[in-house]
Every structure is written in structure tokens, then in C-alpha cells.
């Protein structure tokens, strides 16, 4: 049985398209709802800037 081809749920870009061995183990996999979505390193690491926008002003 394969896998289905990872591919970024936010840009789109395929995992199979990293050259980089370091890179292609950077990338995220999550599960939403039972589903397994990934995000590539660059994505990832703009979710977690997503969140962290979301703290409240206060907070700092
Ligand atoms: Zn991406």
C-alpha cells in the first residue's frame, strides 16, 4: 500500500519535490478532523507566527 503523495495544505507544494533530505523531514503532518494534512517547513513556521498574532494585546 503507498501513501498518497504529501503535499502542503497551505501552498500546495509536493514533498517529493524536496531535494533537501533535512528539509523534506522538517516538513509537519497534523490531523484535523481525522484527516492527515501537512505543511511544509516555510508554512509551518508561518502558522506558528499565524497563532501567536492572535494573542491578545494585552498580553505582551
Ligand atoms: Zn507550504
Not at 528539509?23 to 499565524?50: F, I, Y
Request: glycine fraction near 4%; charge should be negative.
Amino acid at each position: 500500500m503507498t501513501a498518497p503523495e504529501p503535499t502542503c495544505s497551505r501552498c500546495g507544494r509536493a514533498r517529493a519535490a524536496e531535494t533537501d533530505p533535512l528539509a523534506a523531514l522538517a516538513w509537519v503532518s497534523t490531523k484535523e478532523n481525522g484527516e492527515q494534512r501537512w505543511l511544509c517547513p516555510d508554512c509551518a513556521r508561518n502558522h506558528v507566527r499565524d497563532i501567536e498574532g492572535k494573542l491578545p494585546d494585552e498580553y505582551w
